[in-house]
């Protein structure tokens, strides 16, 4: 059977929030202090990247003092392998939420660390590799991890990864606002054309323009 390479994984909100459930009761971690932290740091990190459309990289590296609460901000550090430029990422009010919630954690956690997402063992930044194997267990374990194929020595090739959560936060951008220029400006292209690979219809969206063509 050849092999057809599919669309990004879109989620919604409420599989966010399963994915979120899922990882809080999972027995995968720890029942203890350390189990807790590392709960709360991979839903915070899965939820800012889905609500503020951060690549993995930029999320993953940032540090508290690039959020800035007062005028809703997260100031990016420059991406490897992009062009640099000093465009913020909004601080959506579902992000705010988390973040706020996650810092008071790490108050009562006793736990002092510049970046936001720090590995429990070397307390640097966790690399998103093992970022992302952390999300698709969590997927799996939800149930919303689907194979595409099986590569040619047998191990499937899931459906997630975490890039799937920029594009869901700008595909639904564009589902509200019909405008590449509103998902380049959120998602920080310096071109509005760079926007158009995140904005995917689903198959209830190519119906309704179907049927309001074809009456």
Request: contains cysteine.
């Amino acid at each position: 059977m050849p092999y057809t390479k599919h669309l990004p994984k879109i989620f919604t909100e409420e599989e966010i929030s399963l994915i979120a459930d899922t990882i809080m009761n999972s027995p995968n971690y720890l029942n203890n202090e350390a189990g807790d932290f590392l709960r709360w740091r991979d839903i915070t990190a899965i939820e800012l990247m889905f609500y503020c459309g951060l690549r993995p990289y930029e999320a993953l590296q940032l540090k508290w003092e690039d959020i800035d609460f007062e005028k809703d901000l997260i100031y990016v550090r420059p991406y490897i392998n992009k062009i640099k430029n000093d465009l913020p990422a909004i601080l959506t009010i579902p992000a705010k939420k988390i973040l706020i919630k996650y810092k008071q954690k790490l108050e009562e956690f006793n736990m002092n660390n510049p970046w936001l997402f720090p590995s429990f063992w070397s307390w640097t930044p966790i690399c998103s590799g093992t970022m992302n194997r952390r999300f698709l267990n969590a997927c799996k374990e939800a149930g919303i991890a689907h194979i595409e194929y099986y590569r040619d020595s047998g191990q499937p090739k899931y459906n997630i990864h975490l890039y799937c959560l920029r594009h869901s936060f700008a595909t639904k951008i564009y589902k509200a606002t019909h405008s590449e220029i509103a998902v380049a400006r959120l998602c920080r292209h310096t071109k509005v054309e760079s926007a158009s690979v995140y904005t995917h219809l689903d198959f209830d969206d190519k119906q309704q323009i179907a049927d309001s063509v074809f009456n």
